[in-house]
């Protein structure tokens, strides 16, 4: 059995997108206890767990062929596995970044 390169270096994206979320959730909830604003830091940890799922989704079905792949094009389970559940983790995250981080850009000097 070979190991699909190509399908383990195309998860190194949404893999690397999963610890920035986590590590933006653990200094958003520091910076929320100091400051004692509400929990929306969750949102980040929500975020990567979404991402998480996809992740294993895609590492289930890697290295099974192009048949199995296009079987899974046509599934409409696996589509929004592969692709629905990155684009809501990734709004998601922007959304509560926005959310929890806005204060920066309103700061005047």
Known sequence: MSVDWAGLLGLL????????????????RR???????????????LAAALLTISILARLLNL??????????????VWVF?????????????????WRYWSWLLAERS
């Open 13 to 28: 994206g949404p893999v690397s997108l999963c610890i920035a979320l986590v590590v933006i959730g653990l200094l958003s």
């Open 31 to 45: 910076l929320g206890s100091v400051i004692r604003t509400p929990h929306y830091y969750l949102g980040f940890f």
């Open 63 to 76: 290295g099974r062929g192009p048949a199995v792949a296009a079987a899974l094009n046509r599934d409409p």
């Open 81 to 97: 596995l592969y692709t629905g559940l990155p684009l809501i983790a990734a709004l998601m995250g922007a959304v509560t970044a």
